[in-house]
Every structure is written in C-alpha cells, then in structure tokens.
C-alpha cells in the first residue's frame, strides 16, 4: 500500500511499529459483545453442506440432527472469538475486529455457527457511530475475502489443466507472450500457484489510465533482484494475477464471470462473488455486507474490494476481490476435501486435487520478513501446515489460506474438518491489530 506517496507492506506496518503513525486513533470503548449463535433451526448444526434448493444453495441447506462425532461446543468458540471484541495482551491498543463468524463443519456437516459484535461499527473518519446505527453480525454476513480469493483463481487454472488446455509444467510466457522480463521465461504455471516464480508481491498500476494498460503493467512486472524462478518461496500477489489472466485467456471469459460459470454457480453458492454491490439486493446490502475501512481517502469500504490494486483493475483479480459467506467458503474447502466433488457436483478431478495438496516445496528456502516462522510448504494454491495461523490443527496435510482483511480457511483432512473464520479486522483501520493470535485461538477452540 502507499503511504504519504511511499510504498509500504501492510503487514510490515504492524510488525514495524508503525501504527501509530499511520493512521493513528484513539481507542474505543470495549465493543458490545453481541454474538450469534447457530446451535439448531434452519441452517445451523446439523446441517449438511449440499444443495437443497435454498437461497445460497451448498451454503444453506435444510436442518438435521447432530451426529458423532461429537461437535465443539459453542461455548468454546464463542469465548475466543469475544476474547477478541476487545484489546488482548497481543494487542494491547485495540480490538482486533469489531465482529467475527465462525463456521466448524466435520464430514461435511455443520457443527458450530458463531457470530459476534458488528458488521458495521464505524462510519467514515472514523467516528464510532451510535449503537442503533451499528449493523449486528450474522452468521450469513457477507464478508470480503481478500486473499482466500486466491484459492478461487487456482480452482479455475486447475479445471483448465483437467481440460487439457494448459500444462503446469509450461512457461507461462507461452500462453501469455506479453509475460516479458529478464528471467520471466522460466517461470512456470505451476510457480505461479506455489508462489516460486520470483515476482513481487504486488503490482505497480496506479495512475494508469485503463484496463489494458494495467494489464500490461501486471504482465511486464519485473521478478525480485536476485530471483531465480522455482528456487525460493515468495508470496507473490501478482502470480495470481497472472494465473488469473490465463483463465480469462483459456475460458474466453472474464474472471468473474468464469468463477460464476465454473465454480459458484454449478456449486449453488449464490453469495460468493465479486462486485456484490452488483447482484445483492438492498436489503442484503443494508443487513449482510461487512464493512472494512472507513479511514481511507475512499471512505467507508462495505462490498468495494478493499485491496487497493484490486480496486484499480476494477474490483475483479486473481489474488483479491471475491466476497462470501462462512457457509459457501465451507464448501469449497469441502469440495478439496472431498477430492474435487460436493453435493454430488465435480468441478475438478481427484487426480488434481491432490496434486494440488501435496507439498510442491519441500526444502525450499522460505522468504517473507512479515511473518519469519513461516515456511515454504505450499501446494496449488494452497498453503500447508502453517502453525501460526492453523495453531493446533496444523499438520503435514492440514491446508487453507488466510486473507489480509482477517479471512481465514483451514482444513484438516485427518479430522475431516473445515474451519471457517471471517473477521472484520480492517474495520475501521487495518493497522489495528494483528489477526494471527485469534487465528490460532480460533483453531485450539475446535
């Protein structure tokens, strides 16, 4: 992101020390700790993550009993989530969200809902706004997902592989031949989906003046000095912006339209999407959309991609923009479990789902100064085994992928559990807090 015309990491910010000095704010009050909490009726526990016909499809399906085995309490996830309603010794200044919905589904069937404090809290300055102003958590807000839409774009590139019409193996300049750099001719698809390719994390395409001229930025983005392509894990945004091009290029559709065509709607998840200003009526505007900043020179954010490079191609990339609810996220992490299928529907092969969960960087060099614990193990599109945000669920098969708005998607296949957790961590100011210790607490509560 950009700081008085300075480009600065985000996450570097809070690690760096720098929150006071951008965007700075006096604490509020301790949040009111309203919370929801899904525990029978329509769409709570028991309910099975497959189409039944109802409004969001996979994501709210009819009620059914409990089954072993037995479900977390919701008792323990809802203390973790209010723990952090609140400042926490983590982070002391500030709450870490102003509200939070967590989803806990085993064999596919919902077992715990938890939602808490607000969707809404704060108008544009920010000024807290009054309490009959707020608008409540639910546990079918709709949330921008921010980086789980990473997941998304590798789901699309991976149908093309099934189809035959892309090859991992094969330079990306040979679909794309506008991918020019010095380097760039060894990078692979598949180093774009494992984040090896060498690219940076973000993309320079402010002050450009239109969408072909931002693609062309994407595409002619240099790698990091000294990168060699397939040696070294970096996060890369721009590989996925990448990848997403070369849906739109192999699909003939644009990338939202192609998620839609491909994935959400043979799925039935009617609340996931990009632009949801654009298909949700305005009473599920005004009840359901979770809102993100509100101290920015662009207002309030609530259904505009608060990433800012997203924003500017238009809300729609590969590595940003698509929103959702806890229940639809649930099913696609079902539909990997699942090995490519969920509620009877196959989007892709069982071969590729698990290539696309194996480990493609094993003894890989990891690099991210943000976050030095971290390690390289990461699959298509995935990442692997990652404590300091899986906690005690992390494990050599465990996956997901966690999103800079306080998104987050785990999986542990051994448990045949699918953790959900969506907060609102950048509301009203992202340098708040850091999102990993409710992360980890989240996951030790299941």
């Not at 526990?45 to 499809?57: E, I, K, Q, S, Y």
């Not at 954010?301 to 959702?324: C, E, K, P």
């Not at 098969?397 to 045949?416: E, M």
Request: hydrophobic fraction near 40%.
């Amino acid at each position: 992101m950009t700081i008085g015309g300075v480009s600065v990491s985000r996450r570097s910010v809070i690690t760096g020390g720098l929150a006071a000095a951008v965007g700075a704010l006096t604490a509020c009050a301790e949040p009111a700790r309203t919370q929801w909490t899904q525990t029978g009726g329509a769409g709570g526990v028991g309910t099975p993550l497959t189409g039944t016909g109802g409004r969001a499809g996979l994501g709210q399906p009819t009620l059914g009993p409990p089954t072993s085995p037995k479900p977390a309490p919701a008792t323990r996830l809802t203390t973790a989530l209010n723990t952090y309603l609140r400042p926490t010794p983590e982070n002391p200044d500030h709450p870490t969200y102003a509200g939070a919905v967590a989803l806990v589904s085993i064999d596919g069937t919902v077992r715990t809902q938890v939602a808490v404090g607000d969707a809404l809290r704060y108008k544009a300055g920010p000024v807290e706004l009054p309490a009959a102003q707020r608008v409540k958590m639910r546990t079918d807000s709709i949330f921008d997902l921010a980086s789980l839409t990473k997941v998304y774009t590798s789901i699309l590139l991976l149908r093309q592989v099934d189809q035959g019409k892309v090859d991992l193996a094969a330079p990306v300049v040979s679909y794309l031949p506008e991918f020019t750099g010095t380097g760039k001719a060894a990078v692979t698809v598949e180093m774009l989906l494992t984040h090896t390719s060498g690219l940076p994390v973000g993309a320079k395409v402010t002050g450009l003046s239109s969408d072909a001229a931002r693609r062309a930025a994407v595409l002619a983005t240099p790698l990091v000095s000294g990168a060699v392509p397939g040696n070294t894990f970096r996060y890369s945004s721009v590989g996925l912006m990448v990848a997403a091009f070369l849906v739109e290029k192999l699909t003939g559709q644009t990338l939202d339209a192609a998620l839609k065509t491909e994935v959400t709607g043979p799925l039935g998840l009617r609340d996931t999407g990009f632009k949801p200003l654009t298909w949700l009526s305005q009473a599920d505007q005004a009840a359901r959309l979770v809102a993100t900043d509100a101290r920015t020179s662009r207002g309030l954010l609530r259904g505009t991609v608060h990433d800012d490079v997203a924003n500017i191609m238009g809300g729609v990339a590969g590595s940003a923009g698509v929103f959702g609810t806890a229940a639809d996220v649930a099913a696609i992490g079902h539909l990997l479990l699942n090995g490519g299928t969920v509620g009877g529907k196959r989007i892709l092969s069982q071969a590729i789902v698990t290539r696309m969960l194996t480990n493609a960087n094993k003894g890989k060099p990891a690099v991210d100064p943000e976050r030095p614990q971290r390690t390289a193990d990461h699959g298509l599109g995935v990442v692997l085994d990652q404590p300091w945000f899986m906690g005690r669920l992390s494990g050599p098969r465990t996956f997901g992928h966690t999103g800079f708005t306080g998104t987050s998607l785990l999986v542990n296949p051994d448990k045949k559990l699918v953790l959900v957790l969506l907060t609102n961590r950048a509301h009203p100011n992202w340098s708040w807090a850091d999102p990993d210790p409710a992360r980890v607490a989240v996951a030790n509560a299941v």
